[in-house]
């Protein structure tokens, strides 16, 4: 996954995230909890299954855009998967 910030008076940002890393049992079960938190019921073996479709996804189709977002004072922010 790559996350791309560009902020019009601030600093540039690219961060390069592993897919394995971000989809791992650990933070899934960090992400289950925090959607427990905000109201969002879902077990730490669903997000499992989730991330694991998720990683299926980007075998498939490598370059998938998630986000792509400018607004009209020149901030861009890009997620690629």
Known sequence: M???VRAEDG???TIPIPTGLLCSRLTAG????????NGVHA???QMVRFFRAAR??????????MVEVESST?????VKL
Request: no cysteine.
């Open 56 to 65: 299926q996804y980007k075998r498939k189709h490598p370059d998938w855009v």
């Open 74 to 78: 020149g901030d861009y922010v890009y």
């Open 43 to 45: 077990t730490p073996e």
């Open 11 to 13: 600093p540039n940002l």
């Open 2 to 4: 790559i996350v791309k």
């Open 30 to 37: 960090f992400s289950a909890k925090m959607m427990e938190q």
